[in-house]
């Protein structure tokens, strides 16, 4: 395979009053970021604006297309994939994490945590399901070596899965990869294989009061 230099960053959305007030999204919650989300994302444009991107990715979600829309305003092509969007959390999706639906939760990890990754959240997805529709964005990734720097703003499990997979860990690893809302994983691809430069970086959130309001759920949306 021909060696290419490609820069890839890779966000988690800003901020939903969903996240802030602990109600689970999944894919089938589409929610616009609140307003310390649109602070967020205002933060990251300014940090990141004199990149010279070539493309943009985001998932089919109004909180992920929101969080890099000025750099969509500036001209850059951008495509909306069903590919980036979050895990499906089934029946749980529009629910307050209570003392019970944590239970299950937490319960739901310990299987994947275990290798059991084909299992499914309760009317939902699986990570092993998830791994899959994201083949089809990995594929088109590398089939753009042209795509010196590419911006991809997605969601929290689905970028676990995801970093697993351009890494080449097993799925039942996804939760040493943490994040939080509007955080940077910078990618290296050489067109043999990925490398990490910056790992749930929000160097460019510094000074935003407003980020540090309340507390976000990191993990299901």
């Known amino acids: ?14 901020q939903t009053d969903y996240n802030l007030q602990g109600i689970v999204q999944g ?3 589409d929610a616009s ?3 310390t989300g649109r602070q967020q994302a205002v933060a990251f444009y300014h940090a990141y604006r004199s990149v010279s991107f070539d493309r943009v990715y985001t998932s089919r979600l109004k909180r ?3 969080s890099v829309a000025s750099f969509v305003a500036d001209g850059l092509p951008c495509e909306h994939l069903e590919a980036l969007n979050e ?6 999706e529009g629910q307050p994490i209570t003392p019970e639906e944590d239970a299950y ?3 739901m990890l310990k299987q994947w945590q275990l ?3 084909d299992i499914r959240i309760e009317g939902g997805e699986s990570p092993d399901e998830v791994a899959t529709r994201q083949r089809q964005f990995i594929a088109k990734l590398q089939s753009r070596p042209e795509d010196k720097n590419v911006l991809v703003c997605m969601h ?3 970028m676990r899965i995801l970093l697993c997979q351009l890494l080449n860990y097993p799925l039942r690893a996804m939760d040493m990869f943490e994040h939080e809302n509007l955080c940077l994983y910078k990618l290296h691809y050489s067109g043999l294989h990925f490398t990490i430069e910056l790992h749930n970086n929000r160097d460019h959130l510094i000074g935003l009061s407003a980020a540090k309001k309340g507390t976000s759920v990191p993990i299901k949306n």
């Open 64 to 66: 992920s297309q929101e």
């Open 115 to 117: 290798g059991k990754t």
């Open 156 to 158: 929290g499990r689905a």
């Open 1 to 14: 395979m021909k060696l290419i230099s490609q820069k890839i960053y890779l966000v988690r959305h800003g």
């Open 87 to 92: 895990i499906s959390w089934g029946s749980k």
């Open 33 to 35: 970021l609140n307003e």
């Open 27 to 29: 894919s089938g919650v």
């Open 105 to 107: 939760y937490h319960m």
